[in-house]
């Protein structure tokens, strides 16, 4: 029976991912149980493996230490893979006060932390593990253990015990703010909706079809592409024309000739929308599937764009509409639809829309590619090139006047740079960035969960002795003040000064301290995607921030 000693006990290969798949599985298992609606989910990974580490179960040190930074740097460039599109755009308008709420509730953590830092006495490591769980960002708690490993060679287990102790209470005093400022301000929620409602300019930048007839004289008798140059600083696209004279649609092209009463289909802006129909003549009450309807010839469809060299290409660059006698109106990126502007850059994964005859349709697919097939296969070469680079850019030491030790980016800060960067920017270099959702987040949720089973195991021996003799209670206390403070104080700010919705008030919070559960209640609450467009508009920065703060906090203060 010496083998069932070993498998359970021994410092084997087998021994450590049996040891590991069952933390993560059992850990999986518990995060999904609810607590007055409230879970706390993967964490409970942590948990599970410090119990099992208190109980005796160990890896190999060189083994857990290879399992734990893989997993981080998984983890930490999926992340990267998935802000990176929207981290550049989250400042444009909107998005800028957000973003400065944002950075507020993080260095008020970071200030306090400090603070407590100083009175209490508390290790600096240490209190960067509580300012971590308080804040529930276990990216901040990876770049805080490689900064602390990279500066002295050695690990920390308090940074992990900190983590571990002020995670619960994080995560409820999170929603505890929210439901604080609500009363605060006496917030109505059917006020709130109403305010939603009427914000005009909520989707300024999407696509919006209009019906158009032609009532101005200037006009008569110039082309689509006449008018176009006219109006050569607004977004839109003429795409079909019904004749006045003969009662029939046909597709328009640079070519096509605007007579008196000819109506015209077309897809512009919010902003744009204005100046259009002034300058065309009257709107009409005619929606998209009376069009549809009305051209039976012709048909609409939309095609995946699955050809990597088509990745970076200009939409003009193609010709489409010269050749094949087809018009693209729409383009979908990300779930939001874009105006199709012949300066509009291509990326493997968009969603073309075109109408046209069904021979000619056929043609563009095959130039496009619109092979599902294609885009479920997961572009390895750029994920481990940006894992490569991003190890690389970590790595690089960085020398600041006065600092005894040269910063670095670390495995956690290097991959996330690059991965935001590739991500954004990575067409450029024709480098196939489209990844699906489900393929990220299993990359994801396997690099999150190998690391902190690995973090969990390894602080497991002595978790309980910390709590109970060395001060560990007074840490849960600590958290909850890093938790809730710069929470109330931006919050209130937010919601006085600023008006910010509350429900975008809510997403604003949970993005904040990147807290799935938090966003899961607002989004309960609210009945609505609000909380969800606060969240995604301030969580590139703010996790960026995270990361880089846990490191910084360790390289000056440790």
């Known amino acids: 029976m010496d083998w069932i000693n070993d498998l359970l006990w021994g410092e084997g290969i087998g021994h450590s991912i049996l040891l590991l798949s069952i933390v993560i599985a059992i850990g999986i298992q518990l995060g999904k149980i609810k607590v007055f609606g409230v879970s706390l989910g993967i964490t409970l990974v942590l948990f599970v493996g410090i119990i099992l580490g208190h109980f005796g179960f160990t890896i190999n040190h060189n083994v857990i230490h290879f399992f734990k930074e893989f997993g981080l740097i998984l983890f930490v460039y999926s992340v990267g893979m998935q802000v990176g599109p929207g981290f550049f755009s989250s400042f444009k308008k909107g998005g800028i006060t957000l973003n400065m709420l944002a950075c507020g509730i993080v260095f008020l953590g970071v200030v306090i932390a400090i603070i407590i830092h100083y009175i209490t006495g508390i290790s600096m490591p240490t209190m960067v593990g509580i300012l971590s769980g ?107 024309v019904w004749r006045n004279d003969n009662k029939k649609i046909e597709i328009a092209s640079a070519a096509t000739i605007l007579q008196e009463d000819d109506k015209i289909f077309v897809i512009t802006t919010e902003q744009d929308a204005e100046t259009i129909k002034t300058f065309v003549g009257e709107e009409i009450d005619m929606e998209r599937k009376q069009w549809i309807r009305m051209e039976s010839q012709f048909i609409n469809r939309r095609i995946l764009i699955t050809k990597p060299e088509l990745n970076g290409k200009h939409l003009g660059q193609l010709q489409l509409r010269k050749l094949y ?126 690391f902190l089973a690995c973090v969990g195991l390894s602080a497991g021996d002595g978790f309980v002795d910390t709590i109970v003799n060395n001060g560990g209670l007074a840490w849960i206390g600590y958290g909850f003040i890093i938790t809730t403070v710069p929470l109330l104080i931006i919050g209130c700010i937010g919601r006085y000064f600023y008006k910010i919705n509350y429900f975008t008030l809510m997403g604003l919070i949970a993005g904040s301290t990147t807290d799935p559960p938090a966003l899961a209640y607002a989004n309960t609450t609210a009945g609505n995607d609000a909380p969800s467009v606060g969240y995604a508009t301030v969580y590139p920065l703010t996790m960026f921030l995270r990361v880089l703060t846990a490191q910084l906090l360790i390289l000056f203060f440790a």
């Open 134 to 240: 308080a804040v529930t960002n276990t990216p901040g708690l990876g770049a805080a253990q490689q900064a602390y490993s990279d500066m002295y060679g050695v690990g920390d287990k308090t940074i992990a015990l900190g983590y571990a102790v002020a995670y619960p209470l994080g995560v409820i005093g999170i929603i505890l703010s929210t439901i604080f400022i609500r009363y605060i301000f006496r917030v109505s929620f059917e006020k709130e909706t109403e305010m939603l409602n009427n914000e005009d300019d909520k989707h300024i930048n999407e696509a919006k079809p209009i019906s158009l007839v032609v009532k101005n004289p200037a006009i008569f008798g110039k082309s689509v592409g006449e008018l176009s140059n006219l109006l050569e600083h607004r977004d839109f696209v003429i795409s079909r």
């Open 325 to 450: 006698g087809i018009n693209i109106t729409r383009i979908n990126r990300a779930g939001m639809d874009l105006v199709a502007m012949p300066g509009l850059t291509l990326q493997v994964g968009d969603r073309v829309n075109v109408v046209g005859t069904e021979t000619a349709i056929s043609n563009v697919e095959k130039i496009l590619g619109n092979s599902m097939k294609r885009l479920n296969e997961p572009n390895l070469i750029t994920i481990f090139f940006g894992i490569a680079l991003g190890i690389i850019l970590g790595s690089i030491p960085i020398t600041f006047p006065g600092i005894p030790q040269p910063v670095k980016l670390g495995l956690a800060g290097g991959p996330l740079v690059v991965a935001i960067l590739i991500s954004r920017f990575g067409y450029h270099y024709k480098l196939i960035t489209y990844t699906t959702q489900s393929a990220n987040f299993m990359l994801r949720e396997i690099g999150i969960t190998l």
